[in-house]
């Protein structure tokens, strides 16, 4: 006869509900997640458009503009070294467009929910979420730099300030996919949230001093160019990044707190409507 295998704990007889549950694997659920995510755009070509877009948003912010506003004065060595910062934003925005999609469409799929029914933390895959969109924004920030480059955009600043422009840009990046999710995941529309994510970097993008400095916008409306974030964002980067002629503004704690604290803040907000979003569900 051949014996039996040793049994493990076994619930009482005639009890079928059991204290015995399945201890999650926490991070290799986030890794698998991740990885569900990142390997499908790199199969099918999706991660293309994030090298692309830094690249088409160079050309057609410098081809235009360069001589106009070279010929209105900047105060800079070149254009390339006045608009950097703006391609660096926009990449961060184009990649943020993607994550709000990505959330919206596990919403609205059912995904999240078939989720919450499995032995899996509640954060998990918002965390998987935003592994990829770091991924993708690397790649997105790495096109950027080499776009700007290209037309002449060089670092000034030494060691220490060309970390802290990558630093900054990235992020700001993280910043603006933990909101993007947040729209997304709240929405569970991908239409409804590419198009409301469209809007706004395009509009805060043309008033800001990201393309031409503030005073050559309108007077009623300089206040609004000079303050509003994605002027701090620039501003902060473009400090960072130096210039050859030394015309750009120092870095300063005045001059990078604004920056920082619109950060924070965004990360904080995107934080706390992710968290309760998520574990409301569960």
Do not use: C
Request: without cysteine; charged residues 10%.
């Amino acid at each position: 006869m051949t014996a039996l295998p040793a049994a493990g704990p076994v619930a009482p007889a005639g009890n079928w509900l059991t204290d015995l549950r399945a201890t999650p694997a926490t991070l290799a659920q986030w890794w698998v997640l991740t990885v569900r995510l990142i390997v499908p755009a790199i199969v099918t070509g999706e991660i293309v458009t994030a090298i692309l877009a830094p690249i088409t948003f160079t050309i057609s912010f410098y081809i235009p503009l360069n001589r106009v506003m070279t010929f209105a004065g900047l105060g800079f060595s070149s254009y390339a070294q006045f608009m950097a910062p703006i391609v660096i934003l926009q990449a961060a925005a184009f990649t943020a467009v993607s994550a709000a999609f990505r959330a919206a469409t596990d919403a609205v799929s059912g995904l999240d929910r078939r989720f919450d029914a499995m032995p899996m933390h509640p954060l998990v895959p918002a965390a998987a979420r935003m592994s990829a969109n770091v991924f993708r924004l690397l790649i997105g920030l790495v096109s950027a730099v080499a776009s700007i480059y290209y037309i002449g955009f060089r670092f000034e600043g030494g060691a220490l300030h060309t970390a802290g422009f990558l630093a900054l840009g990235l992020l700001i990046g993280i910043a603006f996919s933990l909101g993007a999710d947040a729209i997304g995941t709240f929405t569970r529309s991908p239409e409804a949230t590419t198009q409301m994510l469209v809007l706004p970097p395009l509009i805060l993008g043309m008033l800001s001093t990201g393309l031409a400095p503030a005073h050559q916008f309108p007077h009623w409306v300089q206040f609004f160019v000079r303050n509003q974030p994605v002027s701090q964002f620039a501003e902060g980067l473009r400090a960072l990044g130096g210039d050859r002629l030394g015309k750009s503004a120092p870095v300063t704690w005045s001059l990078m707190t604004p920056p920082l604290l619109w950060i924070a803040a965004i990360v904080a907000v995107s934080l706390f409507f992710i968290a309760r979003q998520n574990l409301k569900r569960s």
